[in-house]
């Protein structure tokens, strides 16, 4: 659009309905629809190149769905609203027409918020009752019309069973910024992620899934821009449809939507799931003191949760959606099912699922948007993921969501982490997270897919760093290394970062391969962090929020090392791939099986299964998982077995002390053939073969798989 003059430029009664957003027709022409209840007024108001501003009234059709059309503009218009109303911050009302607006509905958005006082809606000298008049149109982002006509041709999603998937968590950003092989005009952006080179390095490690941190369009807080930095994770969104502008490789004003698209495409082709994290606990308009962009302007009593004029905060952010309500169940359940349907994504991960689970103050797993979700035709069809925990009271729900969702497993990662570094207290515990953590989700009937294992993830150390320092180092987030937690349960070896000392250099990649091996092994899903294969660095820093430089980015440069981790990381993940023994859709319960093993067994150093009193030993710090493929679910896509599934046994030792490990004979196996071990550098088929008795060297912390010959039919029941 270039001019905003001209009969033409009017608003009349829309030809689609009541569908919110922006919506063109084939002839030309775009309808606006906008919710602002309690408003008196809303002006639509459209920009030129040159960022003139013509206002224009919309009619009002309802009590609060304000609506018009206007035939001159097209794709790639930039508008925003002014809400005309009272100004009544103590009974929630915030109307102010001197504040541009974003539509909540905007599938796309140009531009950036800029420091100034124009852009609150109260008067910062004066107080956060007392209204301000200043025009905040210069300082403020706009919403952008764009054409749903792309052409998605024989696109299909991979629909991956959940026993079959692994995830693996990476910023859009930061693992191509530094790629040698993709071009540099496409780094860091939609289109960086789409190149082969990138795809092919998935395909290759073995994962399903990419889970992107934040696409949904978010911006930088004040309080960082500040201090010269940056919200690079993207936890600050403005715009719940739009795909995040900065991420697109083309200055072209809704181009963000087609090269988000087109990755999608590429990821499907690849035979890769496109997972969002998405945030809809909250919004970047924080608290009272926070700047007016959208929600606050047009229906603020109705999408925040608020006690008279203050914001309820269960997010550690300054607000709360009220998910309660219809406008905002409304919103977000639109937003879902518009990433699903014209944007082709294969699921969501919820930041802090259980604020959206608060029906008031307390958490109800019955709550509207939950239900609503089940109910869904669309959204409960694509994978549903929960990070069950928020700020507020009673707020870790681990194991309380209901069965169509998975959920970030934390008391796995805090688990795994104290068993390698030397902390656990027996192994009780490691072996529930073992096994598909029956204990948390097997209860109520959920299976083990419902859990989400992870030992890293974007919110704390890189894998590598876990494993180097002790303590965080924030310092360069400017905030005196307070940010960011204190409960790591990491171990330096000896030394608080990197050193040339070889034997600590050995021991940290020892318990590297540790931690991945039982990770991908483990039953459930696995979700390794984006650079954890490639022994990627933070420098120690647990809390990379706002670090948009070689701190977060992926380096591929790599040191011998390194490959060799990569090809560990390769040759796990096959492993779980190929075999149904670890990808097991119910959970086993150490019943008998017609080879006269059990489908899950427990053993000691000495051979022996585990007794009672054994699970209660805190000095018991050695134990193997037998796990029979017999069980696995036949969806777990035997194709790859056509010698019948195996049973394999994982034997972990997590003591300071070398230890032994002796082999069980009939029924558990009549031979056994060593598969991988945690001591060696590099994963190269050992194909050495052991005999029942023999007694296999464990050294202080380390593991061993071992796949186990079947034992004739004649063979009895273990005693």
Known sequence: MTALTGPAVTTSEPTTGSRFGATTHDGGGTDFTVWAAGAEAVDLCLFDDDNAELRLPLRQRTAAVWSGTVPDAGPGTRY??????????????????????????????????????????????????????????????????????????????????????????????????????????LRGTYAGLAHPAVLDHLVRLGVSAVELLPVQHFISETKVTSRGLTNYWGYNPVGFFAPHAAYASSGTRGQQVDEFKEMVKAFHRAGLEVILDVVFNHTAEGDETGPMLGLRGLDNSNYYRLTGSTYVDYTGCGNTLNTAGARALQLVTDSLRHWVTDMHVDGFRFDLATTLARSTDAVDMNCALLLAIEQDPVLSQVKLVAEPW????????????????????????????????????????????????????????????????????????????????????????????????????????????????????????????????????SLGVP??????????????????YCQDSPVSWVDWTLAPWQDDLLAWTRALLELRRSESAFRQHSYPRGSLMPSGAKDLGWLKADGTELTDADWYRTDLLTVGMYLSGETADP?????????????????????????????????????????????????????????????????????????????????????
């Open 80 to 185: 925003g609203y002014r809400a005309r109303g009272p100004w009544q911050p103590r009974a929630g009302l915030r109307f102010n027409s001197a504040k541009l607006l974003l539509d909540p509905y905007a599938a796309a958005i140009d531009g950036s918020l800029l420091p100034d006082p124009a852009v609150f809606g109260y008067d910062p000298d004066a107080g956060t009752d007392v209204i301000d008049r200043r025009d905040s149109a210069p300082f403020v982002p706009r919403s952008v019309v764009v054409r749903n006509d792309f052409d998605w041709g024989d696109d299909r999603p991979p629909r991956t069973p959940w026993a079959q998937s692994t995830i693996y968590e990476l910023h859009v950003r930061g693992f191509t910024r530094l790629h040698p092989q993709v071009p540099d005009a």
């Open 390 to 521: 928020d700020l507020g009271p009673d707020s870790y729900q681990l194991g309380r969501f209901p069965r169509l969702w998975s959920e970030w497993n934390g008391k796995y990662r805090d688990t795994m982490r104290d068993f390698w570094r030397g902390r656990g207290a027996g192994v009780r515990d490691v072996a529930y997270r073992l096994s598909g953590s029956s204990d948390l989700f097997g209860d109520d009937g959920r299976l083990p897919p419902a859990s989400v294992n992870f030992v890293t993830a974007h919110d704390g150390f890189t894998l590598h760093d876990l494993v180097t320092y002790s303590v965080k180092h924030n310092g360069a987030n400017g905030e005196n290394n307070f940010d960011g937690t204190d409960d790591n349960r990491s171990a330096n070896h000896g030394v608080e970062g990197e050193t040339d000392d070889a034997g600590i250099g050995a021991d940290r990649r020892r318990s590297v391969r540790n931690q991945l091996t039982t990770l991908v092994l």
């Open 635 to 719: 969806r777990a896509a035997a194709a790859n077995e056509p010698n019948g599934p195996s049973a394999y046994l994982v034997v972990v030792h997590g003591g300071a002390d070398d230890e032994g490990f002796t082999l069980p004979g009939a029924p558990w196996g009549s031979a056994w053939e060593l598969v991988l071990d945690t001591t060696r550098e590099r994963p190269e088929a050992l194909g050495r073969r052991y005999l029942p008795g023999d007694r296999l060297p464990l050294p202080a912390r380390s593991a061993l798989v071992l796949r186990a010959d079947p034992v004739a039919a004649t063979s009895g029941p273990p005693t």
């Open 527 to 544: 979700m390794l962090l984006g650079g954890d294969e490639l022994g990627r660095t933070q420098g120690g820093n647990n809390n990379a």
